[in-house]
């Protein structure tokens, strides 16, 4: 293989089996901050369910030492405000989800390595994108 030839990249998928479709660019989102809920082996926190955050939701992360309203300039964060859409640890959404506070879920932007933490039939439960 020469240097203008490239292993083939694999293509990240989402929960339904279909390709990843992107979560947020505003605000940008995603492990890699690249908008989609994309993981890899340096992601540790898995930020794969791709999420329209409530005010309850961001309540409920703050008091669990996650406060996700609170800009912080220093990394380019503009805190989150009710109704953005966020890239979450799954074991966050399965935690938010066992307090009765997970927030809304986009199926085509969650990542299918999701599905080692969190039911589909739980996300399901909780979809924005099924008819």
Do not use: Y
């Not at 030492?65 to 800009?71: A, E, F, I």
């Not at 964060?77 to 979450?88: A, E, T």
């Amino acid at each position: 293989m020469d240097q203008t030839t490239r292993p083939p990249m694999i293509e990240s998928r989402n929960v339904l089996g279909d390709p990843l479709q992107p979560c947020s660019t505003s605000p940008m989102t995603g492990f890699f901050r690249n908008g989609c809920c994309d993981t890899g082996p340096q992601d540790f926190g898995s930020h794969t369910v791709c999420t329209q955050v409530t005010a309850e939701f961001l309540v409920f992360s703050a008091q669990r030492g996650n406060d996700l309203s609170t800009p912080n300039p220093a990394f380019g964060f503009p805190g989150l405000q009710p109704g953005d859409r966020w890239c979450l640890c799954a074991a966050r959404w399965k935690e938010a989800l066992e307090a009765g506070v997970a927030p809304k879920v986009v199926l085509t932007a969650t990542h299918e390595a999701a599905l080692d933490v969190v039911s589909i039939e739980d996300l399901k439960k909780h979809a924005l994108d099924l008819q």
